[in-house]
C-alpha cells in the first residue's frame, strides 16, 4: 500500500510528465486520486504541473469541498468526481489538453477506428462530449454519457480527460490517444489512411477480451463494418456538433476486402478511374475551346 505522501509523489511525476510532453502548458490540467471513500487528492489551481511538490497537493471530499492544502483546489475538480461517482473502479483521473487529441477535439472530428492494433486494444472507440462551460456542475456532466465506456473522452473545444485503476494507467490512454491522433495526421497529410478489415478487427477484439480489457463494441454486438464506423457514439453527435469531415470510416461494402484508403468524396474515383472534380474540369476546359473554335468559324 502507497503511503498518502507517495501518491502525492507520484501525482508530481505525473505533472512533470504532462509538461515535458506538452500536454499542459503553463497552468493547464488537473490530477486527481482517491485516497478513500469520501476523500480525493487534487493538483491546486494556478501552479504549473511539471514543477508541483508534494506539500502542493491539496484534497477534497467527494462534492468538491476542500479538506486540506494551503493552495486553492483546482476548478475542474468537479470533472474528475462525476466520472468516479459513476465509476466506483476509478482511482485516478488525468485532464490537460494534448495538443495533437485536442486538434479532434477542436475539429469536433470522430477519432477513426480500425487502423492501429494498439489503439483497438488498449482505446477501443473514444467518445466526443459536448461543450460546456469548464469549472461548473454542467460542465462535469457531460462526460457521465460516455464514462461507462471508455477510459478516456475528448471534450469538445477543450482538451481530454482520461481514467483508470492507477495513476500510471490513467496517464497511459492520454499518451496514447494523443500518439494516434499525431499518426493520422500525419498520414492524412501523406494522402491515405488504410483501414484493418472487419476480420482483423475482430481478430484484435478476441485479444482485447482475452487479456481481461472490455470493448462496449463487443458488448453492443455490433454487426459487419459498424465496428469500424464510430457507430458507439454516433446518436450523440448532433449534440456535440461532432461530423465526419476529414476521416471517414471504410464503407460496409469494402469491409470484407483488403484495408480500405480513406478518400475524401470530392475525390472519389468516377468510372473511368478519374477523379469526378478532374473529369468535370476537363469537360468544362474542353467546353469552352470548341465553343471558341466554333465563334471563329
Request: glycine share 6%.
Amino acid at each position: 500500500m502507497q503511503s498518502v505522501y507517495q501518491i502525492k509523489q507520484e501525482m508530481c511525476e505525473i505533472g512533470r510528465r504532462l509538461y515535458n510532453r506538452g500536454f499542459a502548458a503553463a497552468n493547464d490540467g488537473n490530477i486527481t486520486y482517491r485516497i478513500s471513500d469520501n476523500e480525493v487528492l487534487c493538483t491546486p489551481t494556478l501552479i504549473c504541473k511539471g514543477f508541483m511538490k508534494p506539500d502542493d497537493i491539496c484534497s477534497v471530499d467527494m462534492e468538491g469541498k476542500q479538506l486540506s492544502g494551503k493552495r486553492k483546489r483546482t476548478s475542474e475538480v468537479l470533472l474528475h468526481l462525476a466520472i468516479m461517482k459513476e465509476r466506483p473502479d476509478v482511482k485516478s483521473c488525468v485532464h490537460c489538453h494534448p495538443p495533437h487529441a485536442t486538434a479532434f477535439a477542436i475539429a469536433r472530428e470522430p477519432i477513426p477506428q480500425c487502423v492501429l492494433p494498439e489503439v483497438e486494444v488498449f482505446l477501443g472507440e473514444v467518445p466526443l462530449a459536448k461543450y460546456e462551460t469548464p469549472g461548473g456542475q454542467k460542465f462535469a456532466d457531460t462526460v457521465l454519457p460516455y464514462c461507462r465506456k471508455s477510459n478516456v473522452i475528448i471534450l469538445t473545444n477543450h482538451g481530454t480527460v482520461s481514467f483508470g485503476e492507477s495513476l500510471e494507467r490513467a496517464y497511459w490512454w492520454t499518451e496514447i490517444l494523443d500518439a494516434y491522433c499525431r499518426m493520422l495526421i500525419l498520414a492524412r497529410d501523406l494522402g491515405r489512411v488504410s483501414y484493418l478489415s472487419e476480420g482483423q478487427t475482430r481478430e484484435l477484439l478476441d485479444l482485447k477480451a482475452k487479456w481481461g480489457f472490455k470493448d462496449s463494441r463487443n458488448e453492443a454486438e455490433m454487426k459487419d463494418c459498424d465496428i469500424c464506423a464510430n457507430d458507439l457514439f454516433r446518436s450523440s453527435w448532433a449534440d456535440s456538433g461532432v461530423q465526419e469531415r476529414a476521416f471517414v470510416p471504410p464503407s460496409k461494402s469494402a469491409s470484407a476486402g483488403a484495408a480500405n484508403a480513406v478518400k475524401p468524396a470530392s475525390l472519389a474515383p468516377s468510372s473511368n478511374g478519374a477523379p469526378h472534380d478532374q473529369e468535370a474540369l476537363v469537360q468544362m476546359i474542353t467546353d469552352r475551346v470548341m465553343a471558341a473554335l466554333a465563334a471563329r468559324s
